[in-house]
């Protein structure tokens, strides 16, 4: 697949009762899970698919600005730069790098 970009997505996780709760601010979606691992991969999945509806539906470039949605078009290095992120007590915050197709 060859790669028309990059975006940085902030995730928000807290532990719940009986499990976990994540959130990915830009996109707005969010998922539950008994462990941080399947958390992780249901969020993913996720976000992918509200990428690809996006894309489908021709409207990510409006939707990219509307949210301030910052498409990288070089490379991610191997190290990102180190941002600074509120965190609240008793949540996680994260940042997942998601490619773009052409």
Request: with cysteine.
């Given at each position: 697949?060859?790669a028309?970009?990059h975006?940085?997505l902030?995730?928000?996780?807290?532990?719940?009762?009986?499990g976990?709760?994540a959130?990915?601010?830009?996109?707005?979606?969010?998922?539950?899970?008994?462990?941080?691992?399947?958390?992780?991969?249901?969020?993913?999945?996720?976000?992918?698919?509200?990428?690809?509806?996006?894309?489908?539906n021709?409207?990510?470039?409006?939707f990219?600005?509307?949210?301030?949605i910052?498409?990288?078009?070089?490379?991610?290095?191997a190290?990102?730069?180190s941002?600074?992120l509120?965190?609240?007590?008793?949540?996680?915050?994260t940042?997942?790098?998601?490619t773009?197709?052409?």
């Amino acid at each position: 697949m060859r790669a028309s970009g990059h975006i940085l997505l902030t995730i928000r996780i807290c532990r719940e009762d009986d499990g976990y709760s994540a959130v990915c601010e830009e996109l707005g979606v969010s998922t539950c899970g008994d462990s941080l691992d399947g958390l992780m991969v249901e969020l993913r999945d996720m976000v992918t698919q509200h990428l690809n509806s996006l894309e489908r539906n021709g409207v990510r470039a409006s939707f990219f600005q509307k949210h301030g949605i910052r498409v990288i078009k070089r490379t991610p290095s191997a190290s990102p730069r180190s941002v600074q992120l509120p965190v609240r007590p008793g949540e996680m915050v994260t940042r997942m790098m998601e490619t773009l197709p052409a």
